[in-house]
């Protein structure tokens, strides 16, 4: 599949310690290796140490077999010892991009004010100075609320943010303050889980979720109204799903997940699907999606 990505033209590739307990970097590393070090782009990041299962939890999201469990550790050893071990797993010396990932409330409740101050007098200053040594070529977050995101904009020079799930067809709150703010400092902002983790692609209910979990009755019922209005103009409501946010001048790009080959072909044609300018007027008109700041 990843042979597949690179010979369609994808070249911007994003991992995780996290995904797979080190086996995403090591199955990524593998085959970049073969690749000139000058045709990609790619992410990893920081925050979770891959420790001997006795020692940490393993996360139930993910399906690998591992020997491996993650522990949270923000401080400014571990960003160093993360990037080291990760190198290591990607057989890569170095890489494009370092997110410090998932300081926000949605992972860590209320125990979130703590892991943010650590971050911010131990990781952030950490990134900041592996980009100053060249180890790294860009550094920021990679999270799932943009509140932190806009905090830390403040108070670090940042390059770019992995934003999931936050901006899409069924959430515009970006749009307020967060989006308009990485326009005004050119800070670049990827936009993960574009289909809201399955509800903007799938038309079977029990097939369908929202963050991972089951879908509500209003998102879901929201979600079939951007449909019909997808369809009254002959568009894939997952074609709509994913040139959204690029339209946003801030978002540099879109990373869709695949389970499949065929997954993967369909997100391409999706992505450059026709889609007229009518159908994100009449979203507009309907309440339904915000296109304020957004070029029609």
Same mark, same amino acid.
């Given at each position: 599949?990843?042979?597949?990505?690179?010979?369609?033209?994808?070249?911007?590739?994003?991992? *995780?310690?996290?995904?797979?307990?080190?086996?995403?970097?090591?199955?990524?590393?593998?085959?970049?290796?073969?690749?000139?070090?000058?045709?990609?782009?790619?992410?990893?990041?920081?925050?979770?140490? &891959?420790?001997?299962?006795?020692?940490?939890?393993?996360?139930?999201?993910?399906?690998?077999?591992?020997?491996?469990?993650?522990?949270?550790?923000?401080?400014?050893?571990?960003?160093?010892?993360?990037?080291? *071990?990760?190198?290591?797993?990607?057989?890569?010396?170095?890489?494009?991009?370092?997110?410090?990932?998932?300081?926000?409330?949605?992972?860590?409740?209320?125990?979130?004010?703590?892991?943010?101050?650590?971050?911010?007098?131990?990781?952030?200053?950490?990134?900041?100075?592996?980009?100053?040594?060249?180890?790294?070529? *860009?550094?920021?977050?990679?999270?799932?609320?943009?509140?932190?995101?806009?905090?830390?904009?403040?108070?670090?020079?940042?390059?770019?943010?992995?934003?999931?799930?936050?901006?899409?067809?069924?959430?515009?709150?970006?749009?307020?303050?967060?989006?308009?703010?990485?326009?005004?400092?050119?800070?670049?902002?990827?936009?993960?889980?574009?289909?809201?983790?399955?509800? &903007?692609?799938?038309?079977?209910?029990?097939?369908?979720?929202?963050?991972?979990?089951?879908?509500?009755?209003?998102?879901?019922?929201?979600?079939?109204?951007?449909?019909?209005?997808?369809?009254?103009?002959?568009?894939?409501?997952?074609?709509?799903?994913?040139?959204?946010?690029?339209?946003?001048?801030?978002?540099?790009?879109?990373?869709?997940?695949?389970?499949?080959?065929?997954?993967?072909?369909?997100?391409?044609?999706?992505?450059?699907?026709?889609?007229?300018? *009518?159908?994100?007027?009449? &979203?507009?008109?309907?309440?339904?999606?915000?296109?304020?700041?957004?070029?029609?």
């Amino acid at each position: 599949m990843l042979q597949a990505a690179y010979d369609i033209g994808i070249r911007y590739f994003d991992t *995780a310690p996290l995904y797979g307990h080190g086996l995403s970097e090591r199955r990524l590393g593998r085959f970049l290796s073969t690749l000139p070090r000058d045709t990609f782009a790619l992410s990893t990041k920081v925050g979770r140490l &891959l420790v001997p299962e006795d020692e940490g939890e393993r996360n139930d999201l993910m399906q690998d077999s591992e020997p491996f469990a993650i522990r949270y550790d923000y401080s400014y050893d571990a960003a160093r010892a993360s990037v080291e *071990a990760s190198l290591d797993r990607l057989g890569l010396d170095r890489v494009d991009v370092l997110l410090c990932h998932d300081i926000d409330i949605w992972t860590h409740g209320d125990g979130q004010p703590e892991i943010l101050k650590t971050a911010r007098e131990g990781i952030l200053p950490a990134l900041s100075d592996l980009r100053s040594e060249g180890v790294i070529g *860009a550094f920021g977050l990679g999270v799932n609320e943009w509140q932190v995101c806009d905090q830390i904009l403040e108070e670090f020079d940042v390059d770019c943010f992995l934003l999931a799930g936050r901006f899409t067809l069924l959430e515009q709150d970006p749009l307020d303050v967060f989006l308009p703010h990485c326009a005004r400092k050119n800070v670049s902002v990827i936009i993960g889980g574009p289909y809201n983790s399955g509800i &903007l692609a799938n038309v079977d209910r029990r097939r369908a979720t929202y963050d991972y979990k089951p879908v509500d009755d209003a998102r879901w019922e929201k979600a079939q109204k951007i449909r019909e209005v997808c369809e009254s103009h002959n568009v894939d409501l997952r074609a709509a799903a994913l040139q959204y946010p690029l339209k946003h001048p801030a978002v540099a790009t879109v990373i869709p997940g695949v389970w499949k080959m065929e997954e993967l072909q369909t997100n391409m044609e999706l992505f450059t699907a026709e889609i007229p300018p *009518a159908l994100w007027q009449d &979203l507009e008109d309907a309440g339904l999606v915000r296109m304020d700041g957004i070029k029609i």
